[in-house]
C-alpha cells in the first residue's frame, strides 16, 4: 500500500491510498472549516451551571462543544481549544464541532502535513470518481450479494442483501464490508445487520473472519448476537463520504464538477452545465479559483432536464 497522496482541489482536500490504481483508504475535507487536530482561540459563550461543559465560538465562526472545561472558565473569557471532531451534517441539524481546553501552541496544519502526505495535481487513473459513485449510490455489490449503507443522526446501518444461502453470504460480505469501512472513511457507531444464524458455530465463524479482514484498522466491536447483528465502533473525527453524500449531497456534487473541470485540457472557456438542483451549491469563489487555476473563463448553463447528480464540465470555444 502507498503513503497517503493529496489533492489540494477546489474547495475541497481529498486524501487517499492505493493499492496499484484502487483506492483502498480516503478522507475529505473542506477548507475553511475546523478540522480534529485543529489548536484555535475560542470565546466562551454559555457554560452549563455546576458542569465542566459550554459552546465557544471558535475565530473562525464556529461554534463548539467543549468539555473538560477548568472551574475558572466563565462566560466571554477566551480558551485555547483542541478540536476533537470536527462538525458533521446531519438531517435537518448540525452537529458542532467538539473540542476540549489546550495548552499546545495554536496550530491549523492542512490535512496533507497532518497525514505525512505527498500533494499530487491528480490522483492517478480514475477511482475518485468511482469512489464518489459509490459514496453517492450507498450500495455496494460483491458476488451473489450487496451492502445498503445509510448513516443516520445515531449511527451508520449497514444491511448485508442478497440470495445466498445465509453461513455463505455472511462471510461473502465482510471483504467488501471492510473495504467500505476503509474507503468510506467511516466513524462512530456502524450497526451491520448479517443473515441470522441459528448456530453459534456459524456466528463464530463470521466473527472470526471479520476480525482478519479489520486487523489493523482501530474499532471496537460486539459478536454477532442470535439476530445476526454487530456493532463496531470507530473513532469519529469528521464526515465520511457517506455522510456527506447524505447530507450535503449538492456541495458534494459541486465540487466533484469543479474537479472534472479543472482536470479539462485545451482551449476555449470552461463550460459548467448543471441542473437547478444545484444552484443553491454554487459558490462564487470557488468559480474564480477555477478560472485562476485553468486560466480559462467560466460559464455556466442551467439545463432542467439534466440529471441532478450529472452535471457536465466541458470546453467551448471562445466567443
Same mark, same amino acid.
Given at each position: 500500500m502507498t503513503d497517503w497522496l493529496v489533492e489540494e482541489g477546489i474547495g475541497e482536500h481529498r486524501a487517499v491510498?492505493?493499492?496499484?490504481?484502487?483506492?483502498?483508504e480516503a478522507r475529505v475535507e473542506w477548507p475553511g472549516r475546523l478540522a480534529a487536530g485543529w489548536v484555535v482561540e475560542a470565546k466562551l459563550i454559555?457554560?452549563?451551571?455546576?458542569?465542566?461543559?459550554?459552546? !465557544? &465560538? =471558535?475565530?473562525?465562526?464556529?461554534?463548539?462543544l467543549v468539555d473538560r472545561l477548568? @472551574?475558572?472558565?466563565?462566560? /466571554? *473569557?477566551?480558551?485555547?481549544?483542541s478540536v476533537i471532531r470536527a462538525a458533521i451534517g446531519g438531517p435537518g441539524r448540525l452537529k458542532r464541532a467538539q473540542g476540549?481546553?489546550?495548552?499546545?501552541?495554536?496550530?491549523?496544519?492542512?490535512?496533507?502535513?497532518?497525514?505525512?502526505?505527498k500533494i499530487v495535481r491528480h490522483f492517478p487513473g480514475e477511482g475518485w470518481d468511482e469512489l464518489i459513485d459509490e459514496a453517492l449510490s450507498g450500495e455496494l455489490a460483491f458476488p451473489g450479494g450487496a451492502l445498503l449503507l445509510t448513516p443516520t443522526a445515531a449511527l451508520t446501518t449497514v444491511?448485508?442483501?442478497?440470495?445466498?444461502?445465509?453461513? !455463505? &453470504? =455472511?462471510?461473502?460480505?465482510?471483504?467488501?464490508?471492510?473495504?467500505?469501512?476503509? @474507503?468510506?472513511?467511516?466513524? /462512530? *457507531?456502524?450497526?451491520?445487520?448479517?443473515?441470522?444464524l441459528a448456530e453459534k458455530a456459524g456466528r463464530r465463524a463470521v466473527d472470526e473472519a471479520?476480525?482478519?479482514?479489520?486487523?489493523g484498522w482501530p474499532h471496537e466491536r460486539t459478536a454477532m448476537n442470535g439476530f445476526g447483528l454487530v456493532q463496531i465502533v470507530a473513532r469519529l473525527e469528521r464526515a465520511s463520504l457517506l455522510h456527506l453524500a447524505a447530507w450535503q449531497r449538492p456541495a458534494m456534487v459541486w465540487r466533484r464538477l469543479l474537479r472534472r473541470a479543472e482536470r479539462l485540457?485545451?482551449?476555449?472557456?470552461?463550460?459548467?452545465?448543471?441542473?437547478p438542483w444545484l444552484q443553491h451549491a454554487i459558490e462564487p469563489a470557488h468559480l474564480a479559483e477555477l478560472e485562476r487555476r485553468t486560466g480559462s473563463s467560466v460559464?455556466?448553463?442551467?439545463?432542467?432536464?439534466?440529471?441532478?447528480?450529472?452535471?457536465?464540465?466541458?470546453?467551448?470555444?471562445n466567443d
Open positions: 491510498r492505493l493499492e496499484g490504481d484502487r483506492i483502498t454559555s457554560r452549563a451551571a455546576g458542569s465542566g461543559r459550554g459552546t !465557544a &465560538l =471558535a475565530d473562525t465562526g464556529e461554534e463548539v477548568p @472551574r475558572e472558565a466563565s462566560e /466571554g *473569557s477566551v480558551l485555547r481549544l476540549r481546553p489546550s495548552d499546545a501552541p495554536l496550530a491549523r496544519r492542512s490535512l496533507a502535513d497532518r497525514l505525512g502526505a444491511d448485508v442483501d442478497g440470495g445466498m444461502a445465509p453461513h !455463505a &453470504l =455472511a462471510l461473502a460480505a465482510i471483504p467488501e464490508l471492510a473495504r467500505a469501512l476503509r @474507503r468510506f472513511d467511516l466513524g /462512530g *457507531s456502524i450497526a451491520v445487520d448479517f443473515p441470522t471479520l476480525g482478519l479482514a479489520l486487523a485540457a485545451g482551449p476555449g472557456a470552461i463550460e459548467l452545465a448543471l441542473n460559464r455556466m448553463r442551467k439545463v432542467a432536464t439534466l440529471a441532478p447528480e450529472a452535471p457536465q464540465a466541458q470546453r467551448v470555444a
